[in-house]
């Protein structure tokens, strides 16, 4: 099994990205069975909690919206509530507590803090509720029922080869000089991104093929707090400062998603370098915009309406009284047990694809023609 801290490289399949069922490799089994779930149903008109984090990105605002409209559309009560943007654990404790008090019946949480929401999804589930974290893992705790999500180990592989592709495509032979940002500490999907990214990554640096300009490979090294961009920009400024002097060039920037590729982006041009090969995640609007125009080189999309869409599919499961669908029981290791898991695979997105990569999406397809 993969635990959070230590990723088996034997658990990704170049195949993830065809269906759902040859997502995961031999290291995981399709189910549609879980120990966790009690079968005893409830009201469809029952109150149904969301805890999200701050307003950071557009795909949690995104998410926000189609939460409360598809929760109500389904028939139940929506409390989708989002942590604030300075004390965000501590909000999203009480938050979660009043979710209880109210009587949810189903708790969906998007974790501030992996680690800081035991006592919380503790009183959940002495309450009856049903906990399903959503996207973020929650640690240390046995009272997770379920984790949905896209598949995030994948996602750090894509990164990284998109990378290396990006880079190949304007210099075929390195060595290639590079810079590695990582995500908030706090996220637990900072460092699956990062182990990911390093498993296509790290080859190529042991034999030299990979430079990173400054030395900084270690995680705590790279990691962006609070996933902000002014975090990332000011962190790429030093960096330009200190290792890229003179004519040294920086020729590609791991960068976990779009806001910090964006800020990395406005570095380096701030600094009159020549733009290098930044990848990201997310697939926000001016991201995408940046990919065609050519600057910003990749992100992924991770389609927020079909992980709302799944989630609300997992919540009439358990108020029927029914075992979600589960396509991996093995990988999600958060420490205290193994959690049931649905995981949605990712798509890279570059400016060769990305008119089919949204082709259905009505806020992006448009920026693509």
Same mark, same amino acid.
């Given at each position: 099994?993969?635990?959070?801290?230590?990723? %088996?490289?034997?658990?990704?399949?170049?195949?993830?990205?065809?269906?759902?069922?040859?997502?995961?490799?031999?290291?995981?089994?399709?189910?549609?069975?879980?120990?966790?779930?009690?079968?005893?149903?409830?009201?469809?008109?029952?109150?149904?909690?969301?805890?999200?984090?701050?307003?950071?990105?557009?795909?949690?605002?995104?998410?926000?919206?189609?939460?409360?409209?598809?929760?109500?559309? $389904?028939?139940?009560?929506?409390? #989708?509530? &989002?942590?604030?943007? %300075?004390?965000?654990?501590?909000?999203?404790?009480?938050?979660?507590?009043?979710?209880?008090?109210?009587?949810?019946? #189903?708790?969906?949480?998007?974790?501030?803090?992996?680690?800081?929401?035991?006592?919380?999804?503790?009183?959940?589930?002495?309450?009856?509720?049903?906990?399903?974290a959503y996207d973020?893992?929650?640690?240390?705790?046995?009272? #997770?029922?379920?984790?949905?999500?896209?598949?995030?180990?994948?996602?750090?592989?894509?990164?990284?080869?998109?990378?290396?592709?990006?880079?190949?495509?304007?210099?075929?032979?390195?060595?290639?000089?590079?810079?590695?940002?990582?995500? %908030?500490?706090?996220?637990?999907?900072?460092?699956?991104?990062?182990?990911?990214?390093?498993?296509?990554?790290?080859?190529?640096?042991?034999?030299?093929?990979?430079?990173?300009?400054?030395?900084?490979?270690?995680i705590k090294q790279?990691?962006?707090?609070?996933?902000?961009?002014?975090? $990332?920009?000011?962190r790429m400024d030093?960096?330009?400062?200190?290792? &890229?002097?003179?004519?040294?060039?920086?020729?590609?920037?791991?960068?976990?998603?779009?806001?910090?590729?964006?800020?990395?982006?406005?570095?380096?041009?701030?600094?009159?370098?020549?733009?290098?090969?930044?990848?990201?995640?997310?697939?926000?609007?001016?991201?995408?915009?940046?990919?065609?125009?050519?600057?910003?080189?990749?992100?992924?999309?991770?389609?927020?309406?079909?992980?709302?869409?799944?989630?609300?599919?997992?919540?009439?499961?358990?108020?029927?009284?029914?075992?979600?669908?589960?396509?991996?029981?093995?990988?999600?290791?958060?420490?205290?047990? #193994?959690?049931? %898991?649905?995981?949605?695979?990712?798509?890279?997105?570059?400016?060769?694809?990305?008119?089919?990569?949204?082709?259905?999406?009505?806020?992006?397809?448009?920026?693509?023609?």
């Amino acid at each position: 099994m993969r635990r959070l801290v230590i990723r %088996s490289i034997a658990a990704v399949g170049a195949a993830a990205l065809l269906t759902l069922g040859t997502a995961c490799s031999n290291e995981r089994e399709g189910s549609t069975s879980s120990d966790s779930a009690d079968g005893k149903g409830f009201a469809k008109d029952s109150l149904i909690g969301v805890a999200l984090p701050a307003k950071t990105s557009e795909n949690w605002v995104l998410a926000g919206d189609l939460f409360s409209d598809g929760l109500k559309d $389904a028939g139940f009560k929506a409390d #989708v509530q &989002y942590a604030g943007a %300075s004390t965000t654990v501590a909000d999203q404790q009480a938050q979660i507590s009043s979710m209880v008090t109210k009587g949810a019946k #189903v708790i969906v949480i998007g974790a501030t803090d992996a680690s800081q929401l035991a006592t919380q999804v503790s009183q959940a589930k002495e309450a009856g509720a049903t906990v399903i974290a959503y996207d973020r893992l929650i640690t240390n705790t046995k009272d #997770v029922d379920y984790y949905i999500a896209f598949d995030n180990f994948k996602v750090g592989q894509l990164q990284g080869q998109a990378l290396i592709d990006g880079m190949k495509a304007k210099k075929a032979k390195g060595p290639w000089t590079i810079e590695l940002f990582s995500g %908030s500490p706090d996220d637990n999907n900072s460092k699956v991104f990062f182990d990911g990214a390093m498993e296509v990554l790290k080859p190529l640096i042991d034999k030299g093929d990979i430079v990173v300009g400054s030395g900084q490979t270690d995680i705590k090294q790279t990691a962006t707090q609070g996933w902000k961009a002014e975090n $990332a920009q000011q962190r790429m400024d030093s960096l330009l400062t200190s290792a &890229y002097g003179g004519k040294k060039t920086l020729d590609g920037v791991l960068s976990p998603n779009d806001t910090l590729a964006r800020a990395i982006l406005t570095s380096v041009k701030g600094a009159g370098k020549a733009v290098p090969v930044v990848t990201g995640q997310d697939s926000e609007v001016e991201s995408v915009k940046s990919i065609m125009a050519g600057e910003q080189y990749s992100t992924i999309n991770k389609d927020t309406r079909k992980l709302v869409a799944e989630t609300i599919n997992m919540v009439k499961s358990v108020q029927k009284g029914d075992k979600p669908t589960i396509n991996d029981t093995k990988s999600y290791d958060n420490g205290k047990k #193994v959690v049931p %898991s649905y995981l949605l695979p990712p798509v890279i997105v570059t400016k060769e694809n990305a008119a089919e990569a949204y082709a259905n999406d009505p806020k992006l397809a448009p920026l693509t023609k």
